[in-house]
């Protein structure tokens, strides 16, 4: 995407009405917008539009520990003086979530919290004057987010709650909806994304990096497709992504540099902004640092990073000899001063910056790379091991300095794509959804507590001393999905919780 930075702003509509006769009552707070007065203008909707945008930053900042640190690709810089995140952070790394794990309510509410702001902008935007060309590519992008919301949602739960209209006026109603059938939500998230791609752009100008083009959405339509192994769909989908104008950059370097931040390779990424006071800025190197490097890996020397999110000894020797995405992707620069012993970081979201704890990092949410895999593997499943699929995958092992893939059966050919979306996509939030597509509950039980045998026999990083307890690492088919919160199902007891909570 070729477009502008998005600058977010901070917009607090108000959209509850009371009823008294004290006229004092009726003022209204200067500091908040009536949102009956708002949605008039084109400047309205780009605000409200940004707002919306706004929310990604909170939702991504957050998801290495959903879609990351449960995997076999992360663990933690373990910190035996401090256990107070072990209930919170470690219970996804050890597998013992639960509905009180105040991660995941914490999650669940800020994608409904953007959801309901979603909706209540369509809902304006289908009664608001402005131009049609503006109205129909709010729509596009609205839609597209709703779809991305709903599409991760059935991936952490599988039922969802579905609300796709507001609630402004009757927020009691809240509570009394139900979870729908995951297919029931598959279907909205199909028709939104099916409407984003007629409304958007293929392109925007200069004015308007970040945000969502039609490119996305047919790329997260493939993903769709491919999640629900419709693999004709899926091909015929993310073929339209090819002409689009997406190339991938000759360097993998290039794809993370802040410096290059939307190229020919980016087709969705979260944006962020450091150097600043804006508020706009990332710090992921600040949580993914070994929790002792200080200013060795941030260059910081107040520095006090979270040691979370740390490539496993599994993931590290998942590279190839000679690919050059590993050196980029992982440091292995850093000893512990207590231990001696490397203490692995993930690297490709480290960069300099100029202003302590506010870096320029973007977030990548969709790349070329991806579409490329994506499209190897439904050929793949649809065709067998063709020419094409074999272009696809090895377009991407070019780059990373590897040989190109011939010669293999179909289930050998599955496998390796898979493990190039590993290597490709590391640390990028897809690995959770990955395993979680690619295997039955069961199997993917049995793959994880191998990769956990593996893992408590040499771990990643020194426990010094501190053993394993019994419930450590112990997966259960059920856990394929994450529990409803506890106190959802508390305020609604209409709710169901998912089986084995």
Same mark, same amino acid.
């Given at each position: 995407?070729?477009?502008?930075?998005?600058?977010?702003?901070?917009?607090?509509?108000?959209?509850? /009405?009371?009823?008294?006769?004290?006229?004092?009552?009726?003022?209204?707070?200067?500091?908040?917008? @009536?949102?009956?007065?708002?949605?008039?203008?084109?400047?309205?909707?780009?605000?409200?539009?940004?707002?919306?945008?706004?929310?990604?930053?909170?939702?991504?900042?957050?998801?290495?520990?959903?879609?990351?640190?449960?995997?076999?690709?992360?663990?933690?810089?373990?910190?035996?003086?401090?256990? /107070?995140?072990?209930?919170?952070?470690?219970?996804?790394?050890?597998?013992?979530?639960?509905? /009180?794990?105040?991660?995941?309510?914490?999650?669940?509410?800020? $994608?409904?919290?953007?959801?309901?702001?979603?909706?209540?902008?369509?809902?304006?935007?289908?009664?608001?004057?402005?131009?049609?060309?503006?109205?129909?590519?709010?729509?596009?992008?609205?839609?597209?987010?709703?779809?991305?919301?709903?599409?991760?949602?059935? +991936?952490?739960?599988?039922?969802?709650?579905?609300?796709? @209209?507001?609630?402004?006026?009757?927020?009691?109603?809240?509570?009394?909806?139900?979870?729908? *059938?995951?297919?029931?939500?598959?279907?909205?998230?199909?028709?939104?994304?099916?409407?984003?791609?007629?409304?958007?752009? #293929?392109?925007?100008?200069?004015?308007?990096?970040?945000?969502?083009?039609?490119? #996305?959405?047919?790329?997260?339509?493939?993903?769709?497709?491919?999640?629900?192994? +419709?693999?004709?769909?899926?091909?015929?989908?993310?073929?339209?992504?090819?002409?689009?104008?997406?190339?991938?950059?000759?360097?993998?370097? @290039?794809?993370? @540099?802040?410096?290059?931040?939307?190229?020919?390779?980016?087709? &969705?990424?979260?944006?962020?902004?450091?150097?600043?006071?804006?508020?706009?800025?990332?710090?992921?190197?600040?949580?993914?640092?070994?929790?002792?490097?200080?200013?060795?890996?941030?260059?910081?020397?107040?520095?006090?990073?979270?040691?979370?999110?740390? *490539?496993?000894?599994?993931?590290?020797?998942?590279?190839?000899?000679?690919?050059?995405?590993?050196?980029?992707?992982?440091?292995?620069?850093?000893?512990?001063?207590?231990?001696?012993?490397?203490?692995?970081?993930?690297?490709?979201?480290?960069?300099?910056?100029?202003?302590?704890?506010?870096?320029?990092?973007?977030? *990548?949410?969709?790349?070329?790379?991806?579409?490329?895999?994506?499209?190897?593997?439904?050929?793949?499943?649809?065709?067998?091991?063709?020419?094409?699929? $074999?272009?696809?995958?090895?377009?991407?092992?070019?780059?990373?300095?590897?040989?190109?893939?011939?010669?293999?059966?179909?289930?050998?050919?599955?496998?390796?794509?898979?493990?190039?979306?590993?290597?490709?996509?590391? &640390?990028?939030?897809?690995?959770?959804?990955?395993?979680?597509?690619?295997?039955? *509950?069961?199997?993917?039980?049995?793959?994880?507590?191998?990769?956990?045998?593996?893992?408590?026999?040499?771990?990643?990083?020194?426990?010094?001393?501190?053993?394993?307890?019994?419930?450590?690492?112990?997966?259960?088919?059920?856990?394929?999905?994450?529990?409803?919160?506890?106190?959802?199902?508390?305020?609604?007891?209409?709710?169901?919780?998912?089986?084995?909570?």
């Amino acid at each position: 995407m070729k477009n502008r930075i998005i600058i977010i702003l901070g917009i607090s509509l108000s959209f509850i /009405g009371y009823s008294c006769k004290k006229d004092f009552l009726y003022k209204t707070d200067p500091t908040r917008i @009536d949102s009956d007065k708002f949605y008039k203008t084109e400047t309205d909707i780009e605000q409200a539009i940004n707002g919306v945008y706004g929310q990604l930053q909170g939702i991504v900042n957050n998801q290495w520990l959903f879609n990351e640190l449960p995997s076999d690709n992360t663990t933690i810089d373990f910190n035996p003086g401090d256990r /107070g995140q072990a209930p919170s952070i470690e219970a996804f790394e050890f597998w013992q979530v639960n509905g /009180g794990t105040g991660n995941i309510a914490g999650m669940y509410n800020s $994608y409904y919290n953007a959801l309901y702001n979603i909706n209540n902008a369509l809902a304006k935007l289908d009664a608001s004057t402005v131009a049609d060309s503006v109205k129909s590519t709010s729509v596009g992008q609205l839609k597209f987010l709703r779809g991305y919301y709903y599409f991760e949602l059935t +991936q952490y739960f599988g039922d969802v709650v579905l609300i796709t @209209d507001p609630i402004l006026n009757e927020p009691s109603k809240a509570w009394d909806y139900l979870r729908e *059938p995951q297919e029931k939500v598959y279907a909205q998230i199909e028709n939104d994304l099916k409407e984003a791609i007629s409304l958007l752009p #293929a392109n925007y100008n200069s004015a308007n990096t970040g945000r969502v083009t039609k490119g #996305a959405a047919l790329t997260l339509l493939g993903k769709f497709y491919l999640t629900k192994k +419709q693999y004709a769909e899926a091909v015929t989908t993310l073929n339209q992504v090819l002409s689009l104008g997406y190339s991938l950059l000759p360097s993998y370097a @290039d794809v993370f @540099d802040p410096a290059k931040k939307n190229g020919v390779e980016s087709i &969705f990424e979260v944006q962020y902004q450091g150097g600043n006071d804006l508020g706009e800025w990332s710090s992921f190197i600040y949580t993914f640092a070994p929790r002792l490097s200080e200013d060795a890996v941030t260059g910081w020397p107040q520095s006090n990073p979270g040691g979370w999110n740390i *490539p496993t000894k599994d993931m590290i020797g998942a590279y190839e000899e000679g690919d050059l995405r590993k050196s980029i992707s992982i440091g292995l620069d850093f000893k512990s001063p207590i231990t001696g012993l490397v203490v692995p970081y993930i690297k490709k979201y480290n960069h300099p910056h100029t202003i302590y704890g506010r870096t320029d990092d973007n977030w *990548p949410v969709l790349r070329y790379s991806d579409a490329l895999l994506m499209l190897a593997e439904a050929t793949n499943e649809q065709n067998g091991p063709t020419a094409e699929a $074999y272009d696809y995958v090895n377009k991407v092992r070019q780059r990373a300095g590897l040989e190109p893939l011939s010669g293999l059966d179909q289930s050998s050919l599955r496998e390796k794509i898979i493990h190039e979306r590993r290597v490709e996509l590391a &640390f990028e939030n897809w690995r959770w959804f990955d395993l979680k597509r690619t295997k039955t *509950p069961e199997e993917l039980a049995k793959f994880l507590n191998a990769y956990a045998a593996t893992e408590k026999a040499n771990p990643t990083t020194s426990r010094q001393g501190i053993p394993y307890s019994n419930s450590d690492y112990i997966f259960e088919p059920f856990e394929a999905k994450y529990p409803i919160p506890s106190n959802e199902i508390l305020v609604n007891n209409k709710l169901t919780q998912n089986a084995g909570y």
